[in-house]
């Protein structure tokens, strides 16, 4: 499939895990694709792999955290190659804050809001004018069931950053519809990165492990590629009439009417 041929992509906090995994699969389906990481180490590393397999993927240094550094990469992005005609506000996590909420300082609480909501707004903000100008957009926010159903691992402030960002899609969704631009929501479940695997094995026992595996009903937790490919769903074109949607992408673990 080349549905992104012709297109530009830019993935946030895409040096490693599900933002470089959504990256290379939107390259591979021919979308020129920027990634952007604080990590220099790897996205070099990423930079060789795609180089390796004939990819258009180029990468950018930017802390997240910083908004001079956003606007100045949204900025660079835009006189180089026109701006993104997609954009997945990847970046975000629980950054390894307390699970249980009265252990959570207002500076956990800063610096999870500042991660998942606060950076993905400033990237929102940089990018949504060129869209606008060129008639054409899909912004794909990174959320997590845990912004919907609660998690078992990840505490408050991490729940309540997801559950903002549910809402910002709603309204960007409702604003810059009639621009040609859609914002939606992918929800992953547990996808089981590095990082996930470490913090599965620190917050909970096998015996735990054990029972939530059961309460998925494919029985596996979730792999990078099936948020990849939800993602280039809603990134393409054809996904156009989905606007201020919620994909739920987790096996079924949770589900709404
Ligand atoms: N992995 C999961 O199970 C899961 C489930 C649901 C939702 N999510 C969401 O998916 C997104 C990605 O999760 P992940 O598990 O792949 O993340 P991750 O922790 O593996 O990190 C991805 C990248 O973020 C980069 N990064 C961290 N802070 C940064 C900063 N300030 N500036 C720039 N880059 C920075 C890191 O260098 C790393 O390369 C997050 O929004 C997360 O909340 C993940």
Known sequence: MHRFEGRRALVTAAGSGLGRGVGFRLAREGARVSLWDRDVELLEAAAKEAAAEGLSIEIQIVDMLDA??????ARELEENSGGPDVLVNNIGGSLHTPFKFLEQSDGDWELVMAANVTACVRTTRAVLPGMVTRGYGRIINMGSKAGRFGSLFAGANY???????QAFTLQIAQEFGPNGITCNSVCPGAVVTPRVERLLAERQSEEERRRVLESIPVRRHGQVEDIAAAIAYIASEEAGFVNGATLDVNGGQAMSI
């Open 68 to 73: 001079n550094a956003i606007a100045a990469a």
């Open 159 to 165: 729940v309540a950053s997801k559950g903002a960002m």
